[in-house]
């Protein structure tokens, strides 16, 4: 069945960093566009940052640019997100999300999110 399995979320203080992996299975990873999310407490789910296909492509939120990288490693069917200088607003659940758009229509896939706390 399909998965995605995130990681490397946890307690950092600010200006920390952090490495978010999400790690997919059950279907075609190459052929997805990758996205992170996240979700604060009291706030809808945002976009972070996403990547293409084949990682050619990035595209981030304004208040993530120059400090958040995402990335992706085919073989081993994995997407990561490398945050730096982090404050206390990234402060949020962080999802990891798969479409696959064909015709009229699309595949996406949610995962089950990691929380990442920046806090001194």
């Known amino acids: 069945q399909v998965q995605l399995v995130e990681s490397g979320g946890g307690l950092v203080q600010p200006g920390g960093s952090l490495r978010l992996s999400c790690a997919a299975s059950?279907?075609?990873?190459?052929?997805?566009?990758m996205s992170w999310y996240r979700q604060a407490p009291g706030r809808e789910r945002e976009l972070v940052a996403a990547i293409t296909t084949s990682g050619g492509v990035t595209n981030y939120a304004d208040f993530v640019k120059g400090r958040f990288t995402i990335s992706r490693d085919n073989a081993k069917k994995t997407v990561y997100l490398q945050m730096n200088s982090l404050k206390p607003e990234d402060t949020a659940v962080y999802y990891c999300?798969?479409?696959?758009?064909?015709?009229?229509?699309?595949?996406?896939?949610w995962g089950q999110g990691t929380q990442v706390t920046v806090s001194s």
């Open positions: 059950g279907f075609t990873f190459s052929s997805y566009a």
């Open positions: 999300y798969a479409e696959f758009r064909y015709a009229s229509d699309s595949l996406r896939y």
